[in-house]
């Protein structure tokens, strides 16, 4: 056992320790605290598995395109939003390109806004993208993949619907097909909404 | 079938583990000796089990037996039968498994050790370890089994995993795997995840025996504390190694020029290593002095708990990170046994606090004891804020609906004064004395390393006029670099008058007679290193991006780099190479060739980026390849980075391993610190510790 000779011989430097921090209001404090964490851990457990966000309010976000123009997603109210994901070095995106930019094409008169994402990529190959396929909407990059974390996307190509309200309306996974894009926003548009 | 016996080697294990757990727990509660020996021997069972289905696994990965789905996700043909054993970490089963394994590896250890004085903590360090073991073989047995095999069943579109057969199904055997990750392919990445586990899964250790010795109203003696110092300073350095591994992957592979990020998976990491340290220090008040005893309780169950919290949100993508591992399952599990491990010791803390008494008090505010609790202070304190800014993101997206993600600047600016003044204290702390001290007698003995440190700083800040915040920086690292020399310098020249030894013997004998000290010394020389490269990073970094021609030059600082040419050609493992060929000048005095690649692994469709590097001990260059024109022919992009001082991060971290290997070798140093105990009340020299 441990010998501790010199305890006993002075008492008097040895005050009797006073434990008021943990009174039992400072315990219940350290319970609550860690329920409190655990709770916040068990509901970000909850989000985390619940995969890409597909109903509610679409998450807001500001992007820079890579031409200089500006768009934020709240600002589009009244106008059917179409937010897509990719990235130059993904080959899936590229079976899509075509087909997203003919439909934008297509639509842009009638009140519906494309929005690409560019996720994960180097300016130099994205740019070259955008001119290969003659990509003429708005194209920006995910500064620290902000908005891929907001829309808890798994990878590229995924594409969000957003409704005139400001609603999401689902999500597509992996490259769209002819006709999907064209049906989803027919849908959309025959949405009602004040003041149209 | 082997996969089989691998399988059953782990379901055995964890009955035994389970058996263990409860059978030791009431030995050790109704005081009965035959119940704790039958539980030790299961524990002891526990390893030599796993270690067969580790090998099962490992060998089912050599051999590609793509029938098992883990085999197919992590292996291919076109990896190197390295690659392969390699990748029993390649992947969160056998991620899981290869944990579960080194930790019973650990407890059979502890267990195999002589169990003197402390007989009556061994129930319950069975039943803490075992309870953690159980956990996670039982994840391996029931959610993440990486014997689970392929299936095809009828009608379905996709293949499933599952251990035994489904209905309705035939086995699936694809011809090839989808490969290890190719960022996952490098020595850095290798050697990473194994040196962290072991680092994470050892403080299973210092963990199990607190408790016991909180169960058994043992904690106020320092037994537990002494015989898990050897075992707390294993998986600390396994877990620092880890952490610098990684950077070194970071900064060869991830290609952004930096070897740390504030990502919140580097973060998980970084807050059990805090609170470790911090453990580390603490631990020695306790032993010299009785103080600090609840202390070390509360810094041990942190470290245990964080290093849980680590792997939790690692694994269940509870907080985005860059690192992508796949979700799974196992969060709700997960979060139920951190639940437990959280909430059942802290409230066995609050029940035994009143055993916890400490021998002495601080005395005065210049004394070793302080210096040593201001220490620990700025170690929680940054843990603290580290732990925040890593949660942050959750809580504002709780609180306000956003998710706001903290970046580097709010880790660097928050945590880099208390780490700058944390390494002050740490060349400060060995002139202090125990107990207290005249503060004239403090600043005698710091004259010496202070005079040093500014005439160093001087020539510095006389050759590097632009950057007034490296001159601090530097100040401080020369500061605490010569406190340190001069510490074992005075430590020669007492052996050498005093025993006329000459001075490469008397350092030996002085490291030999007290290696626990001087280990840590050494430690904290290559703490210095570190934060040397870490001042190189913050005020001397330069980079560049430029698009040149054939023959053309790009500049940096005082370099230059020619292009020659680029050239595509199959690699190995199954990737597509394109590499660029510059030559480096400093001046217009070639230095040599330098080789940055673009990998394209077509399996996998991912592209990484491999910098080639030119390495001093000044500085490296760094380049990237970022893009090429059509075929190349004509222009290439280059990022260039010159990253001074680099190098020191890793040499330090050999030095610090170093440290370690010399502070925890074995030797009775037991009688030393019961002497200094007794003898506490004897007024100490200022060197004394």
Redo the contacts between chains.
């Keep these: 056992?441990?010998?501790?000779?010199?305890?006993g011989a002075?008492p008097a430097?040895?005050?009797a320790?006073k434990?008021r921090w943990?009174s039992r209001g400072g315990?219940w404090l350290?319970?609550g605290v860690?329920?409190g964490?655990?709770s916040?851990?068990?509901?970000?457990?909850i989000?985390?598995?619940s995969g890409p966000v597909e109903s509610g309010m679409a998450?807001?976000f500001t992007i820079t395109g890579y031409d200089g123009r500006m768009v934020t997603l709240s600002q589009l109210r009244g106008q059917v939003v179409i937010v897509n994901f990719w990235a130059s070095?993904?080959?899936p995106c590229r079976e899509e390109a075509a087909y997203l930019e003919q439909t934008w094409r297509k639509y842009q008169d009638k009140g519906v806004v494309f929005i690409g994402v560019d996720w994960v990529d180097?300016e130099?190959?994205a740019l070259?993208y955008i001119k290969e396929f003659d990509i003429t909407y708005i194209n920006g990059p995910d500064v620290?993949?902000?908005i891929g974390?907001?829309y808890r996307i798994q990878g590229v190509p995924e594409t969000f619907f957003v409704a005139k309200n400001g609603e999401l309306r689902g999500v597509h996974i992996g490259p769209l097909k002819p006709p999907q894009l064209d049906q989803k926003i027919d849908e959309l548009l025959a949405e009602p909404y004040p003041g149209q | 079938m082997l996969a089989d016996i691998g399988f059953f080697a782990v379901v055995i294990a964890f009955l035994l583990a389970a058996y263990a757990t409860v059978v030791s727990a009431f030995g050790g509660w109704r005081n009965r000796p035959a119940w704790v020996e039958s539980a030790r021997n299961a524990a002891l069972l526990v390893f030599p089990l796993l270690t067969v289905s580790v090998i099962v696994l490992v060998y089912a990965l050599l051999t590609l037996d793509f029938s098992l789905a883990y085999v197919a996700d992590v292996s291919s043909r076109a990896m190197s039968p390295f690659l392969r054993a390699t990748a029993l970490w390649g992947g969160q089963q056998g991620s899981i498994l290869f944990w579960a394994w080194l930790m019973s590896g650990f407890v059979a250890a502890v267990l195999l050790r002589k169990w003197r004085r402390d007989r009556d903590l061994m129930p319950y360090v069975i039943a803490v370890s075992m309870l953690t073991t159980a956990f996670f073989i039982g994840l391996v047995v029931f959610i993440t089994n990486p014997f689970a095999r392929l299936w095809h069943v009828f009608g379905a579109e996709d293949v499933t995993a599952a251990v035994f057969q489904p209905a309705n199904s035939m086995p699936y055997l694809p011809d090839d795997g989808k490969g290890l990750n190719p960022l996952l392919r490098h020595f850095g990445m290798i050697g990473h995840p194994p040196t962290t586990y072991v680092g994470f899964t050892g403080f299973v250790i210092p963990f199990a025996f607190a408790i016991a010795a909180l169960i058994t109203r043992k904690a106020n003696e320092d037994e537990w504390i002494r015989t898990t110092r050897r075992w707390t300073l294993v998986a600390w350095i396994f877990l620092t190694i880890g952490l610098i591994l990684g950077g070194r992957w970071a900064y060869d592979v991830l290609g952004w020029g930096g070897f740390w990020g504030w990502d919140p998976v580097e973060n998980a990491m970084l807050m059990p290593w805090l609170t470790g340290t911090a453990f580390l220090h603490s631990v020695m008040m306790t032993e010299k002095r009785g103080m600090l005893k609840m202390w070390n309780i509360v810094l041990i169950l942190l470290t245990y708990s964080l290093s849980l919290f680590g792997t939790f949100i690692t694994r269940t993508g509870v907080i985005g990170s860059v690192h992508a591992f796949g979700k799974t399952a196992m969060g709700p599990a997960f979060l139920i046994f951190i639940a437990v491990t959280f909430l059942g010791s802290v409230a066995l803390l609050f029940n035994r606090i009143k055993t916890l008494k400490a021998e002495h008090e601080v005395e005065s505010f210049v004394s070793r004891e302080a210096a040593f609790l201001l220490q620990n202070m700025l170690f929680l304190v940054i843990a603290v804020a580290v732990f925040w800014g890593t949660v942050f993101p959750l809580i504002s997206e709780a609180v306000t609906g956003t998710k706001i993600t903290v970046g580097p600047p709010f880790f660097r600016n928050v945590t880099g004064p208390m780490f700058l003044a944390l390494l002050v204290l740490m060349g400060m702390a060995p002139l202090f004395a125990w107990r207290r001290q005249p503060v004239r007698n403090l600043f005698r003995a710091m004259i010496a390393p202070l005079v040093a440190s500014l005439f160093i700083t001087a020539v510095w800040g006389y050759t590097h006029r632009m950057h007034p915040g490296s001159i601090v920086g530097l100040w401080m690292v020369a500061f605490v670099a010569s406190a340190m020399v001069y510490e074992f310098w005075k430590g020669v020249r007492a052996r050498m008058q005093s025993r006329q030894e000459n001075p490469l013997a008397a350092l030996a004998n002085l490291i030999g007679r007290n290696h626990r000290r001087y280990g840590g010394y050494i430690i904290h020389l290559g703490v210095i290193m570190i934060a040397l490269a870490f001042v190189g990073d913050a005020y001397f970094k330069q980079e560049t991006q430029g698009t040149t021609a054939i023959g053309e030059r790009l500049t940096l600082g005082n370099y230059s780099l020619q292009f020659n040419g680029l050239r595509g050609y199959p690699g190995s493992d199954g990737r597509e190479v394109v590499e660029a060929s510059l030559t480096l000048f400093e001046g217009e005095r070639r230095l040599g060739e330098l080789s940055p690649r673009r990998d394209f692994f077509i399996v996998q469709q991912q592209p990484t980026t491999i910098p080639a590097v030119y390495s001093t001990l000044g500085e490296d260059v760094y380049v990237l390849l970022v893009g090429w024109d059509g075929d190349g022919r004509s222009s290439s992009t280059f990022k260039v980075y010159i990253n001074p001082l680099i190098n020191w991060a890793w040499i330090g971290a050999v030095v610090m391993v170093l440290g370690t290997l010399i502070a925890a070798w074995p030797g009775d140093q037991r009688e030393a610190s019961y002497v200094l105990k007794a003898g506490a009340l004897q007024p100490q020299p200022a060197t004394g510790g």
């Design positions: 056992m441990v010998e501790q000779p010199q305890l002075i430097l040895i005050p320790p434990r943990f315990r350290a319970y860690l329920i964490l655990l916040l851990f068990a509901w970000g457990l989000k985390a598995n998450p807001d070095w993904c080959p180097t130099k190959e070259a620290g993949t902000r974390e907001a």
